[in-house]
Structures are given as C-alpha cells and as structure tokens.
C-alpha cells in the first residue's frame, strides 16, 4: 500500500521556470493538502482541496496554483518559481467524516530554485 | 498571530532518560483536534497521537504519553526511556472546527528537534 506519493523527490530550477508537483494517493480519501516546509517555521499550507472539483487557498498560495485532477491526484504548480519558493513541498491526504482523522504524508519534494 | 507554540528548539537527552515536549496552542472555537507528528532525519512525516478538545484524558500508549490540559491550552507529550531511533523533530498541531469537518487544516508549531544520544 503505497500511501501518499509524491514525485519528483528532488529538483533543481533556474528562477522564472514553471514546474508542477505530483501527488497521488490510494487510501480513497476525499481530503489533500499541500504544504512547504522552510527551515524554524514548522509546515505552512499552500493550498487544500475539501473533495474532488475544489480547491481553497491556505495561509501561503501566492505564487501558486494548484488541480485537483480527480479524487486521487493532486498537482501543484509553479509558473514563475522564485528563491523564496526554495523549500521542501509536502502533500497529505485525509478521510473525512469525523475531524479526528489525521492526515497521512508523503515523502516530500524538495525544491530548489536558483 | 503563531496559533501553535513549541517553545523549546532543541532537546539533548542520554539514551533512557525521558523527554518531554511543550506545545501550547490559540484557538477560539470549542471544537478542535491536536496532534503530534515525529519526522526522523530521513524526512518523512509520520502520525503519532491526536485528541480531542472534549476529551481530557491522559493516556499512554507504549513509550509515549500526552498531557492535555485545557485551561492552560496546552498538549504536552512525552517519550519515556528514549532512545537512538527517538531522534527526531516532533511537530505538534493544530485543526480547528470549520462549517465542515471536511476541511481538517492543520496549523503547525515550528518543532522541536531531540537528540538522543548512547
């Protein structure tokens, strides 16, 4: 059982190139988030989708966008990446029904911008 | 405003000795759920506790136990007898009651990172 995948683990960019991120998960959960995590500042969500066809801004999405292309994928992109969008990118997943759920990760991208 | 504290940066402990981790947290609504998450140096983010807002109860589960107090808004966690694999940083956060469960955003505290040394 797989979990949350995410691809590519590790990329390196020039600043003005565009890149999406992938994310897949096969637990059939409704709920998936993206996050980038920077060094003495925890996790920070970029965007989050509640179920299939939505997408919500989280607390940092500018620069960002984000497809939520069926129930178990769940890109983000880059159009113009920045030296400030240097980090480590996580996605997760979480059944919902009941706000106990915790969500499940993947192993992060982590992601360069020259 | 930070809604997740964790004021301790890092903690260096001797193998066997336990380690307890602070989080104190903000939040208006009388609904929410806590959690604590372990990444290991490999990088990856791992579940390891939740609870919550009604429902006070300390429990243990192996090596690891939580202190919950809500008039102090804090969520504390503790590794009894540590070990080497225990180094880690622990993330302690946040999910607060939306018109919809569905919604389950997390809120992070910027982590404390534990050594454990032989």
């Known amino acids: 059982n797989a979990g949350v995948t995410q691809t590519p683990k590790f990329q390196v960019l020039k600043t003005g190139q565009s890149m999406t991120l992938q994310c897949a998960q096969d637990?059939?959960?409704?709920?998936m988030y993206w996050y980038r995590q920077d060094p003495g500042m925890g996790l920070r969500l970029i965007y989050y989708s509640a179920s299939e066809g939505t997408t919500d801004k989280g607390e940092v999405p500018n620069g960002y966008n984000v497809s939520r292309l069926n129930k178990r994928e769940f890109s983000l992109r880059l159009e113009s990446a920045a030296p400030s969008q240097t980090s480590v990118y996580f996605c997760a997943s979480r059944r919902t029904g009941d706000g106990n759920q915790p969500q499940h990760f993947g192993d992060g991208t982590r992601l360069s911008i020259l | 405003a930070q809604k997740v504290t964790q004021a301790q940066t890092e903690i260096s402990v001797v193998e066997k000795e336990d380690v307890t981790l602070d989080c104190v947290y903000e939040t208006r609504d009388t609904t929410y759920y806590l959690f604590w998450y372990k990444q290991p140096p490999s990088g990856e983010l791992v579940f390891l506790i939740r609870?919550?807002?009604?429902?006070?109860q300390n429990e243990i589960s192996g090596r690891y136990s939580w202190n919950f107090q809500k008039s102090t808004s804090s969520f504390n966690f503790t590794i009894t007898a540590s070990q080497v694999v225990d180094s880690a940083v622990y993330f302690c956060a946040l999910s607060e009651n939306g018109p919809t469960d569905s919604w389950g955003k997390l809120q992070f505290g910027a982590g404390t990172q534990v050594v454990v040394t032989p």
């Open positions: 609870r919550n807002s009604f429902d006070e």
């Open positions: 637990m059939n959960h409704n709920s």
